[in-house]
Protein backbone atom coordinates (compact mmCIF):
# COMPACT_ATOMS: atom_id res chain seq x y z
CA UNK A 1 0.00 0.00 0.00
CA UNK A 2 0.85 3.99 -0.70
CA UNK A 3 1.75 5.01 2.57
CA UNK A 4 1.21 8.94 2.57
CA UNK A 5 1.92 11.32 5.27
CA UNK A 6 -1.31 12.06 5.88
CA UNK A 7 -2.21 11.96 9.76
CA UNK A 8 -5.10 10.35 10.39
CA UNK A 9 -4.93 9.79 14.44
CA UNK A 10 -3.03 11.48 16.59
CA UNK A 11 -3.09 10.73 20.60
CA UNK A 12 -1.61 12.78 22.69
CA UNK A 13 -0.55 12.54 26.67
CA UNK A 14 -3.68 10.63 26.76
CA UNK A 15 -4.30 9.54 30.97
CA UNK A 16 -7.67 7.99 31.85
CA UNK A 17 -8.98 7.07 35.04
CA UNK A 18 -12.56 5.46 36.32
CA UNK A 19 -13.65 6.70 39.42
CA UNK A 20 -14.00 4.09 42.47
CA UNK A 21 -16.62 3.83 44.81
CA UNK A 22 -14.54 4.63 47.84
CA UNK A 23 -13.72 8.01 46.22
CA UNK A 24 -10.70 7.61 44.79
CA UNK A 25 -9.66 6.70 41.48
CA UNK A 26 -8.27 3.77 39.09
CA UNK A 27 -5.69 5.21 36.51
CA UNK A 28 -6.05 2.78 33.49
CA UNK A 29 -4.24 4.39 31.03
CA UNK A 30 -1.35 6.27 31.50
CA UNK A 31 0.62 8.74 28.99
CA UNK A 32 -0.49 7.26 25.71
CA UNK A 33 0.77 8.54 22.26
CA UNK A 34 0.73 6.91 19.37
CA UNK A 35 0.09 8.30 15.31
CA UNK A 36 -2.03 6.60 13.04
CA UNK A 37 -0.78 7.64 9.21
CA UNK A 38 -2.40 6.32 5.91
CA UNK A 39 -1.74 2.78 4.48
CA UNK A 40 -0.67 0.99 8.10
CA UNK A 41 -2.41 -1.50 10.03
CA UNK A 42 -0.92 -0.10 13.98
CA UNK A 43 -1.35 -2.88 16.74
CA UNK A 44 -1.77 -2.53 20.02
CA UNK A 45 -0.90 -5.59 21.55
CA UNK A 46 -0.96 -6.15 25.12
CA UNK A 47 -2.35 -8.83 28.32
CA UNK A 48 -5.90 -8.71 29.09
CA UNK A 49 -7.07 -5.85 31.29
CA UNK A 50 -3.97 -3.17 30.01
CA UNK A 51 -6.18 -1.02 28.67
CA UNK A 52 -6.96 -1.72 25.22
CA UNK A 53 -10.40 -1.90 24.64
CA UNK A 54 -10.57 1.46 26.62
CA UNK A 55 -8.62 3.18 24.47
CA UNK A 56 -10.17 1.87 21.60
CA UNK A 57 -13.47 3.58 23.02
CA UNK A 58 -11.49 6.57 23.67
CA UNK A 59 -10.20 6.82 19.76
CA UNK A 60 -14.12 6.38 18.48
CA UNK A 61 -15.75 8.80 20.67
CA UNK A 62 -17.36 6.53 22.74
CA UNK A 63 -15.70 7.55 25.84
CA UNK A 64 -13.54 11.00 27.11
CA UNK A 65 -10.21 11.45 28.39
CA UNK A 66 -9.61 12.13 32.01
CA UNK A 67 -6.07 14.75 30.05
CA UNK A 68 -4.58 14.55 26.70
CA UNK A 69 -6.24 14.79 23.41
CA UNK A 70 -7.06 12.80 20.56
CA UNK A 71 -7.54 14.06 17.27
CA UNK A 72 -8.93 12.55 13.90
CA UNK A 73 -7.47 14.37 10.59
CA UNK A 74 -6.36 17.29 12.87
CA UNK A 75 -10.12 17.62 14.90
CA UNK A 76 -10.68 16.87 18.54
CA UNK A 77 -12.73 13.41 18.72
CA UNK A 78 -15.81 13.97 20.94
CA UNK A 79 -18.25 12.15 19.86
CA UNK A 80 -18.87 8.77 17.24
CA UNK A 81 -19.23 9.72 13.79
CA UNK A 82 -18.75 7.42 10.55
CA UNK A 83 -14.93 8.46 9.62
CA UNK A 84 -14.31 5.44 12.86
CA UNK A 85 -15.86 2.02 12.59
CA UNK A 86 -15.47 -0.34 15.39
CA UNK A 87 -15.29 -4.08 14.49
CA UNK A 88 -15.86 -6.07 17.94
CA UNK A 89 -14.48 -9.57 19.45
CA UNK A 90 -18.14 -10.56 20.25
CA UNK A 91 -19.96 -10.10 16.96
CA UNK A 92 -22.58 -7.80 18.70
CA UNK A 93 -24.98 -8.49 15.76
CA UNK A 94 -28.88 -8.12 15.93
CA UNK A 95 -29.86 -11.29 16.09
CA UNK A 96 -33.67 -10.77 15.07
CA UNK A 97 -32.39 -9.08 11.75
CA UNK A 98 -30.85 -10.59 8.85
CA UNK A 99 -27.33 -10.39 6.80
CA UNK A 100 -28.45 -7.53 4.51
CA UNK A 101 -30.05 -5.52 7.66
CA UNK A 102 -27.04 -5.99 10.21
CA UNK A 103 -24.85 -4.39 7.75
CA UNK A 104 -26.88 -1.41 6.15
CA UNK A 105 -28.08 -0.33 9.47
CA UNK A 106 -24.82 1.33 9.90
CA UNK A 107 -25.76 3.84 6.87
CA UNK A 108 -29.78 3.67 7.82
CA UNK A 109 -28.24 5.98 10.58
CA UNK A 110 -26.92 8.68 8.31
CA UNK A 111 -29.87 8.83 6.33
CA UNK A 112 -28.93 8.21 3.22
CA UNK A 113 -31.26 7.31 0.11
CA UNK A 114 -32.32 3.28 0.16
CA UNK A 115 -31.03 2.62 -2.85
CA UNK A 116 -27.59 3.93 -1.99
CA UNK A 117 -27.74 2.39 0.95
CA UNK A 118 -28.67 -0.61 -0.59
CA UNK A 119 -25.77 -0.80 -3.11
CA UNK A 120 -23.48 -0.10 -0.70
CA UNK A 121 -24.31 -2.80 1.77
CA UNK A 122 -24.60 -5.66 -0.95
CA UNK A 123 -21.02 -3.91 -2.21
CA UNK A 124 -19.79 -5.05 1.23
CA UNK A 125 -21.30 -8.17 1.65
CA UNK A 126 -19.64 -9.39 -1.89
CA UNK A 127 -16.51 -7.73 -0.29
CA UNK A 128 -16.15 -9.83 2.58
CA UNK A 129 -17.02 -13.11 1.35
CA UNK A 130 -20.92 -12.82 2.62
CA UNK A 131 -22.43 -13.57 -1.32
CA UNK A 132 -25.48 -15.93 -1.38
CA UNK A 133 -26.00 -14.96 3.18
CA UNK A 134 -28.05 -11.99 2.81
CA UNK A 135 -31.10 -13.51 3.59
CA UNK A 136 -29.49 -15.56 6.57
CA UNK A 137 -30.15 -14.54 10.59
CA UNK A 138 -26.82 -14.25 12.72
CA UNK A 139 -28.22 -17.73 14.18
CA UNK A 140 -27.64 -19.82 10.82
CA UNK A 141 -23.89 -18.59 10.53
CA UNK A 142 -21.01 -19.91 11.83
CA UNK A 143 -18.80 -17.92 14.06
CA UNK A 144 -16.57 -17.09 10.96
CA UNK A 145 -19.36 -16.30 9.01
CA UNK A 146 -20.90 -13.90 11.86
CA UNK A 147 -17.76 -12.11 12.04
CA UNK A 148 -17.47 -11.55 8.73
CA UNK A 149 -20.79 -9.53 9.15
CA UNK A 150 -19.05 -7.70 11.95
CA UNK A 151 -16.42 -6.57 9.35
CA UNK A 152 -19.12 -5.21 6.49
CA UNK A 153 -21.20 -3.71 8.74
CA UNK A 154 -18.23 -1.74 10.40
CA UNK A 155 -16.92 -1.31 6.47
CA UNK A 156 -20.02 -0.19 5.04
CA UNK A 157 -20.11 3.13 6.34
CA UNK A 158 -16.41 3.75 4.30
CA UNK A 159 -14.69 4.71 7.82
CA UNK A 160 -11.03 6.26 6.95
CA UNK A 161 -10.11 4.28 10.35
CA UNK A 162 -10.71 0.67 11.46
CA UNK A 163 -10.59 -0.34 14.56
CA UNK A 164 -10.71 -3.94 15.49
CA UNK A 165 -10.91 -5.13 19.14
CA UNK A 166 -9.49 -8.73 19.50
CA UNK A 167 -11.56 -9.67 15.97
CA UNK A 168 -10.43 -13.09 15.75
CA UNK A 169 -9.98 -14.22 19.45
CA UNK A 170 -13.07 -15.76 19.45
CA UNK A 171 -13.24 -18.10 16.25
CA UNK A 172 -11.43 -21.39 16.73
CA UNK A 173 -7.94 -21.61 15.10
CA UNK A 174 -8.16 -22.39 11.25
CA UNK A 175 -11.46 -19.87 11.21
CA UNK A 176 -9.44 -17.05 12.57
CA UNK A 177 -6.38 -17.53 10.31
CA UNK A 178 -8.90 -17.99 7.29
CA UNK A 179 -10.28 -14.30 8.55
CA UNK A 180 -6.82 -12.66 8.85
CA UNK A 181 -5.50 -14.03 5.38
CA UNK A 182 -8.66 -12.94 3.31
CA UNK A 183 -8.54 -9.37 5.41
CA UNK A 184 -4.94 -8.58 4.61
CA UNK A 185 -5.50 -9.92 0.85
CA UNK A 186 -7.98 -6.95 0.68
CA UNK A 187 -6.47 -4.48 2.45
CA UNK A 188 -2.95 -5.26 0.53
CA UNK A 189 -5.02 -5.19 -2.94
CA UNK A 190 -6.51 -1.91 -2.05
CA UNK A 191 -9.70 -3.19 -1.96
CA UNK A 192 -11.14 -2.41 1.57
CA UNK A 193 -12.72 1.41 2.16
CA UNK A 194 -10.18 2.02 4.78
CA UNK A 195 -7.08 4.52 4.70
CA UNK A 196 -5.85 3.04 7.95
CA UNK A 197 -5.90 0.23 11.03
CA UNK A 198 -5.82 -0.03 14.87
CA UNK A 199 -5.93 -3.80 15.35
CA UNK A 200 -5.91 -4.71 19.51
CA UNK A 201 -4.71 -8.21 20.20
CA UNK A 202 -3.12 -10.11 22.86
CA UNK A 203 -1.69 -12.53 20.11
CA UNK A 204 1.75 -11.50 19.46
CA UNK A 205 2.09 -13.65 16.32
CA UNK A 206 -1.11 -12.07 14.99
CA UNK A 207 0.57 -8.55 15.82
CA UNK A 208 3.46 -9.50 13.57
CA UNK A 209 1.53 -11.08 11.12
CA UNK A 210 -0.74 -8.03 10.59
CA UNK A 211 0.82 -4.99 11.28
CA UNK A 212 3.16 -2.57 10.19
CA UNK A 213 4.37 -1.45 13.57
CA UNK A 214 3.56 -3.21 17.00
CA UNK A 215 2.94 -1.23 19.93
CA UNK A 216 3.44 -2.89 22.96
CA UNK A 217 1.35 -2.10 26.33
CA UNK A 218 1.99 -2.85 29.42
CA UNK A 219 -0.42 -2.72 32.81
CA UNK A 220 -1.02 -1.31 35.91
CA UNK A 221 -1.57 1.62 34.65
CA UNK A 222 -1.73 0.99 30.31
CA UNK A 223 0.59 2.19 28.77
CA UNK A 224 2.85 1.92 25.72
CA UNK A 225 6.66 0.30 26.82
CA UNK A 226 8.02 0.11 23.04
CA UNK A 227 7.25 0.44 19.49
CA UNK A 228 8.20 -2.29 17.00
CA UNK A 229 8.45 -2.00 13.41
CA UNK A 230 7.89 -5.11 11.16
CA UNK A 231 9.20 -4.32 7.49
CA UNK A 232 8.39 -8.09 6.74
CA UNK A 233 6.43 -8.00 3.34
CA UNK A 234 3.11 -9.59 2.74
CA UNK A 235 1.77 -12.32 2.45
CA UNK A 236 4.19 -13.42 5.85
CA UNK A 237 5.45 -16.98 6.65
CA UNK A 238 4.64 -17.73 10.40
CA UNK A 239 7.73 -20.27 9.59
CA UNK A 240 10.10 -17.55 8.17
CA UNK A 241 13.43 -16.94 10.04
CA UNK A 242 12.81 -13.01 10.52
CA UNK A 243 9.56 -13.68 11.77
CA UNK A 244 9.99 -16.23 14.37
CA UNK A 245 13.05 -13.73 15.48
CA UNK A 246 10.60 -10.99 15.73
CA UNK A 247 8.18 -13.11 17.54
CA UNK A 248 11.22 -13.91 19.88
CA UNK A 249 11.99 -10.08 20.68
CA UNK A 250 8.74 -9.38 21.25
CA UNK A 251 8.10 -12.05 24.20
CA UNK A 252 11.50 -11.22 25.41
CA UNK A 253 10.16 -7.58 25.47
CA UNK A 254 6.73 -8.13 27.54
CA UNK A 255 7.99 -10.76 29.78
CA UNK A 256 11.12 -8.50 30.56
CA UNK A 257 9.14 -5.62 31.21
CA UNK A 258 5.75 -7.08 32.97
CA UNK A 259 7.15 -9.83 35.52
CA UNK A 260 10.66 -7.92 36.78
CA UNK A 261 10.36 -4.78 38.89
CA UNK A 262 13.90 -2.21 39.14
CA UNK A 263 14.99 -1.46 42.49
CA UNK A 264 17.60 0.76 43.11
CA UNK A 265 18.28 -0.08 39.38
CA UNK A 266 18.62 -3.47 39.72
CA UNK A 267 16.45 -5.59 38.03
CA UNK A 268 14.68 -7.60 40.91
CA UNK A 269 13.04 -11.20 39.19
CA UNK A 270 10.89 -12.08 42.20
CA UNK A 271 8.82 -8.82 42.16
CA UNK A 272 7.60 -8.12 45.57
CA UNK A 273 4.40 -8.18 45.93
CA UNK A 274 1.69 -6.60 48.58
CA UNK A 275 -1.79 -7.83 49.15
CA UNK A 276 -2.45 -5.07 46.92
CA UNK A 277 -1.64 -6.49 43.82
CA UNK A 278 -4.14 -8.53 41.34
CA UNK A 279 -3.97 -12.02 41.22
CA UNK A 280 -3.76 -13.82 37.72
CA UNK A 281 -6.84 -16.74 38.03
CA UNK A 282 -4.50 -20.08 37.19
CA UNK A 283 -5.13 -23.19 38.22
CA UNK A 284 -3.06 -25.28 40.32
CA UNK A 285 -3.11 -27.72 37.33
CA UNK A 286 -1.69 -25.76 34.91
CA UNK A 287 0.98 -24.39 37.49
CA UNK A 288 2.14 -28.11 38.31
CA UNK A 289 1.46 -28.53 34.36
CA UNK A 290 4.28 -25.94 33.06
CA UNK A 291 6.90 -27.27 35.99
CA UNK A 292 6.39 -30.64 34.66
CA UNK A 293 6.76 -29.26 30.73
CA UNK A 294 9.65 -27.30 31.69
CA UNK A 295 11.18 -29.74 34.10
CA UNK A 296 10.76 -32.28 31.33
CA UNK A 297 13.15 -32.94 28.20
CA UNK A 298 13.83 -31.60 25.88
CA UNK A 299 13.81 -28.36 28.57
CA UNK A 300 15.34 -29.92 31.43
CA UNK A 301 14.85 -26.84 33.40
CA UNK A 302 14.83 -23.65 31.67
CA UNK A 303 12.60 -23.19 28.43
CA UNK A 304 11.93 -20.29 25.95
CA UNK A 305 8.77 -19.26 25.98
CA UNK A 306 7.63 -19.03 22.79
CA UNK A 307 8.71 -22.31 22.06
CA UNK A 308 6.43 -23.45 25.09
CA UNK A 309 3.42 -21.44 24.32
CA UNK A 310 3.87 -22.94 20.33
CA UNK A 311 4.47 -26.50 21.61
CA UNK A 312 1.80 -26.34 24.53
CA UNK A 313 -0.67 -24.02 21.93
CA UNK A 314 -0.88 -21.64 24.81
CA UNK A 315 -1.62 -17.94 24.22
CA UNK A 316 0.13 -14.81 26.34
CA UNK A 317 -3.33 -14.41 27.84
CA UNK A 318 -2.98 -18.00 29.26
CA UNK A 319 1.09 -18.72 29.59
CA UNK A 320 2.12 -15.50 30.95
CA UNK A 321 -0.50 -16.07 34.00
CA UNK A 322 0.92 -19.25 34.78
CA UNK A 323 4.68 -17.67 34.27
CA UNK A 324 4.06 -15.34 36.44
CA UNK A 325 2.34 -16.73 39.40
CA UNK A 326 5.35 -19.05 39.42
CA UNK A 327 7.56 -16.47 39.52
CA UNK A 328 5.70 -14.79 42.89
CA UNK A 329 5.81 -18.53 44.18
CA UNK A 330 9.28 -18.88 43.26
CA UNK A 331 9.19 -21.96 41.57
CA UNK A 332 10.64 -20.43 38.39
CA UNK A 333 12.58 -16.89 37.53
CA UNK A 334 11.46 -15.51 34.06
CA UNK A 335 13.68 -13.44 32.13
CA UNK A 336 14.48 -12.27 28.50
CA UNK A 337 11.82 -14.35 27.38
CA UNK A 338 13.12 -17.55 28.83
CA UNK A 339 11.73 -19.56 32.39
CA UNK A 340 13.85 -21.56 34.34
CA UNK A 341 12.74 -23.41 37.27
CA UNK A 342 13.96 -22.59 40.79
CA UNK A 343 15.84 -25.38 42.67
CA UNK A 344 12.05 -25.54 44.36
CA UNK A 345 10.11 -26.14 41.07
CA UNK A 346 12.73 -28.79 40.40
CA UNK A 347 12.09 -30.35 43.58
CA UNK A 348 8.11 -29.84 43.17
CA UNK A 349 8.41 -31.26 39.35
CA UNK A 350 10.09 -34.92 41.05
CA UNK A 351 8.07 -35.10 44.64
CA UNK A 352 5.39 -37.07 45.40
CA UNK A 353 1.86 -35.56 45.50
CA UNK A 354 1.97 -35.77 48.93
CA UNK A 355 5.45 -33.72 49.11
CA UNK A 356 4.40 -31.28 46.28
CA UNK A 357 1.37 -30.19 48.55
CA UNK A 358 3.56 -29.74 51.10
CA UNK A 359 6.23 -27.33 49.03
CA UNK A 360 3.28 -25.96 47.40
CA UNK A 361 1.81 -24.43 50.64
CA UNK A 362 5.04 -23.45 52.10
CA UNK A 363 5.87 -21.37 49.39
CA UNK A 364 2.44 -19.73 49.38
CA UNK A 365 2.32 -18.80 52.72
CA UNK A 366 5.90 -17.47 52.20
CA UNK A 367 5.45 -15.61 49.43
CA UNK A 368 2.12 -14.72 48.62
CA UNK A 369 0.78 -11.79 51.12
CA UNK A 370 -2.91 -12.47 49.79
CA UNK A 371 -2.60 -16.04 51.12
CA UNK A 372 -0.52 -15.13 53.60
CA UNK A 373 -3.18 -12.56 55.19
CA UNK A 374 -6.19 -14.75 54.54
CA UNK A 375 -4.69 -17.53 56.63
CA UNK A 376 -3.29 -15.02 59.56
CA UNK A 377 -6.62 -13.69 59.83
CA UNK A 378 -7.87 -16.94 60.36
CA UNK A 379 -5.45 -17.90 63.23
CA UNK A 380 -6.51 -15.28 64.81
CA UNK A 381 -9.73 -15.41 65.29
CA UNK A 382 -11.58 -18.28 67.80
CA UNK A 383 -13.93 -19.14 65.35
CA UNK A 384 -10.97 -19.89 62.46
CA UNK A 385 -13.94 -18.01 60.22
CA UNK A 386 -14.04 -15.04 58.15
CA UNK A 387 -16.39 -13.86 55.44
CA UNK A 388 -14.96 -13.74 52.14
CA UNK A 389 -16.69 -9.60 51.50
CA UNK A 390 -14.29 -8.97 54.78
CA UNK A 391 -10.98 -9.53 52.25
CA UNK A 392 -13.27 -7.78 49.27
CA UNK A 393 -13.43 -4.59 51.10
CA UNK A 394 -10.01 -4.70 51.92
CA UNK A 395 -8.86 -5.22 48.19
CA UNK A 396 -10.54 -2.35 46.98
CA UNK A 397 -8.30 -0.42 48.50
CA UNK A 398 -6.30 -1.49 46.17
CA UNK A 399 -8.07 -2.27 42.94
CA UNK A 400 -11.70 -2.50 41.84
CA UNK A 401 -14.04 -4.54 42.30
CA UNK A 402 -13.48 -7.30 39.56
CA UNK A 403 -9.82 -7.40 40.28
CA UNK A 404 -10.46 -7.70 43.85
CA UNK A 405 -13.06 -10.73 42.75
CA UNK A 406 -10.84 -12.15 40.63
CA UNK A 407 -7.52 -12.27 42.92
CA UNK A 408 -9.80 -13.77 45.88
CA UNK A 409 -11.11 -16.67 43.37
CA UNK A 410 -7.19 -17.15 42.50
CA UNK A 411 -6.11 -17.30 46.17
CA UNK A 412 -8.91 -19.60 47.43
CA UNK A 413 -7.88 -21.72 43.97
CA UNK A 414 -4.36 -21.73 45.31
CA UNK A 415 -5.31 -22.36 49.34
CA UNK A 416 -7.38 -25.59 48.31
CA UNK A 417 -4.70 -26.69 46.51
CA UNK A 418 -2.33 -26.29 48.72
CA UNK A 419 -5.14 -27.07 52.53
CA UNK A 420 -3.90 -23.80 53.80
CA UNK A 421 -7.60 -22.54 54.43
CA UNK A 422 -11.30 -23.97 52.87
CA UNK A 423 -13.48 -22.08 51.40
CA UNK A 424 -17.55 -22.63 51.56
CA UNK A 425 -18.84 -21.08 48.28
CA UNK A 426 -22.48 -21.66 49.63
CA UNK A 427 -22.06 -18.96 52.99
CA UNK A 428 -18.97 -17.18 51.16
CA UNK A 429 -17.17 -17.59 54.57
CA UNK A 430 -13.03 -18.82 54.16
CA UNK A 431 -12.45 -21.54 57.07
CA UNK A 432 -9.93 -23.64 58.39
CA UNK A 433 -12.32 -26.60 58.44
CA UNK A 434 -9.90 -28.99 56.25
CA UNK A 435 -6.55 -28.12 56.52
CA UNK A 436 -4.11 -29.88 58.73
P1 LIG B 1 -8.15 -4.77 27.82
O1 LIG B 1 -9.02 -4.41 26.66
O2 LIG B 1 -6.69 -4.51 27.57
O3 LIG B 1 -8.38 -6.16 28.29
P2 LIG B 1 -9.81 -2.88 29.28
O4 LIG B 1 -9.57 -1.59 28.57
O5 LIG B 1 -11.04 -3.60 28.97
O6 LIG B 1 -8.52 -3.82 29.05
O7 LIG B 1 -9.76 -2.64 30.84
C1 LIG B 1 -8.65 -2.07 31.50
C2 LIG B 1 -8.97 -1.85 32.96
O8 LIG B 1 -9.91 -0.81 33.08
C3 LIG B 1 -9.58 -3.05 33.66
O9 LIG B 1 -9.01 -3.14 34.95
C4 LIG B 1 -11.04 -2.70 33.74
O10 LIG B 1 -11.65 -3.33 34.84
C5 LIG B 1 -11.01 -1.21 33.88
N1 LIG B 1 -12.21 -0.55 33.33
C6 LIG B 1 -12.60 -0.55 32.03
N2 LIG B 1 -13.73 0.14 31.86
C7 LIG B 1 -14.09 0.59 33.10
C8 LIG B 1 -15.19 1.37 33.62
N3 LIG B 1 -16.14 1.85 32.81
N4 LIG B 1 -15.20 1.61 34.94
C9 LIG B 1 -14.23 1.16 35.77
N5 LIG B 1 -13.19 0.41 35.35
C10 LIG B 1 -13.10 0.12 34.04
MG1 LIG C 1 -10.33 -5.63 25.60
Not at 63 to 75: D, F, I, M
Not at 164 to 178: H, I, N, Q, Y
Request: aromatic content about 6%; hydrophobic content about 45%.
Amino acid sequence: MNTSNVDLLHVNAVRKAFPKPDGGELLVLDNVNLQLNEGQIVGLLGRSGSGKSTLLRLIAGLSQPTSGELHYLGKPITCPGPGIAMVFQSFALFPWLTVFENVALGLEAQGMPKADIRKRSLAAIDLIGLDGFESAYPRELSGGMRQRVGFARALVVHPDILLMDEPFSALDVLTAETLRTDFLDLWSEGQMPIKGVILVTHNIEEAVLMCDRILVFGSNPGRILSEIGVTLTQPRNRLDPNFRELVERIYVEMTAKRMDTTVNNRTEHFPGVGIGSVLPRVSSNSLSGMIEAVAAAPFNGAADLPKMGSDLQMEIDELFPVAETLQMMRFAEVEGGDIKLTEAGMAFATAAPNERKQIFSRHLLNYVPLAMHVRRVLDERASHKARKSRFIDELEDFMNEDAAEQSLRAIISLGRYAEVFAYDDETATFSLDNPS
